[in-house]
């Protein structure tokens, strides 16, 4: 599986944007997408998920309520779509993904076997 990120650039707070990740390659019944971000000095954190089949998702407490992710599962591509920017989500945003990965470590980097490459998002205050 491959995935390729893209959308990020420089908005205002307040402002929308929406990310993509294009997929290649077979996914499975238990095919997981997920968003990750890491701002400048510190760890990739966990943004959100979606279970390909079921589109059960779930969200860091940091974005509920502003961002959300959907699938596309006839071209194979994912978006984060994330309103009411901050300038506390600077990030590299990454799409990951994995098979058969358990709800209970859906938040945990270590579960997604695959990851694109990053894309930058700044938000200006």
């Known amino acids: 599986v491959q995935l390729q990120a893209s959308g990020g650039g420089l908005v205002q707070a307040g402002d929308s944007l929406r990310l993509s990740c294009a997929t290649s390659g077979r996914t499975s019944s238990t095919f997981v997408m997920g968003w990750f971000r890491q701002a400048p000095g510190k760890e990739r954190d966990f943004v959100a998920a979606?279970?390909?089949?079921?589109?059960?998702?779930k969200y860091a407490d940091s974005v509920k309520g502003r961002f959300a992710i959907i699938r596309d599962s006839a071209n194979q591509m994912a978006y984060l779509q994330m309103n009411s920017l901050r300038p506390e989500d600077t990030a590299v945003y990454y799409c990951?993904?994995?098979?058969?990965?358990?709800?209970?470590?859906?938040?945990?980097?270590?579960?997604?076997?695959?990851w694109g490459q990053g894309t930058l998002v700044t938000v200006s205050s």
């Open positions: 979606i279970k390909w089949s079921s589109r059960i998702t």
């Open positions: 990951a993904a994995g098979n058969g990965i358990i709800q209970s470590s859906i938040q945990s980097r270590d579960a997604y076997a695959y």
